[in-house]
């Protein structure tokens, strides 16, 4: 069983910058592809990024801004966000999966509680 804590959202000005931040329970964190989530009000949940053995990957509209990265010493996942825009703010969502990286929400079989992340213009 694996449980997924995230901290770190809050309020930011657009241009600011947070750190997300995700600690992961259980064993064998190494072994799982990390990803974030996000979702705003009447969305669905979309991919943000995930990152597995060193190997990121991220959504188009982040490229650039966002950055994942993993301790695994630590069990933890983070994501950097810089240059944050409008359209960023949502429920910033920690997640897990075994295997190989993946975009799809129905592919991860852990979640964390989510945090949320408010950006003013």
């Known amino acids: 069983q694996v449980q997924l804590v995230e901290s770190g959202g809050g309020l930011v000005q657009a241009g600011g910058s947070l750190r997300l931040s995700c600690a992961a329970s259980?064993?064998?964190?190494?072994?799982?592809?990390m990803g974030w989530f996000r979702q705003a009000p009447g969305k669905e949940r979309e991919f943000v990024a995930c990152i597995m053995s060193g190997i990121t990957y991220y959504t188009d509209s982040v490229k650039s801004r966002f950055t994942i990265s993993r301790d695994n010493a630590k069990n933890t996942v983070y994501l950097q966000m810089n240059s944050l825009k409008p359209e960023d703010p949502a429920v910033y969502y920690c997640?897990?999966?075994?295997?190989?990286?993946?975009?799809?929400?129905?592919?991860?079989?852990?979640w964390g509680q989510g945090t949320q992340v408010t950006v003013s213009s």
């Open positions: 997640a897990s999966r075994r295997g190989i990286r993946s975009m799809r929400v129905v592919e991860y079989g852990y």
């Open positions: 259980g064993r064998s964190f190494g072994s799982y592809t």
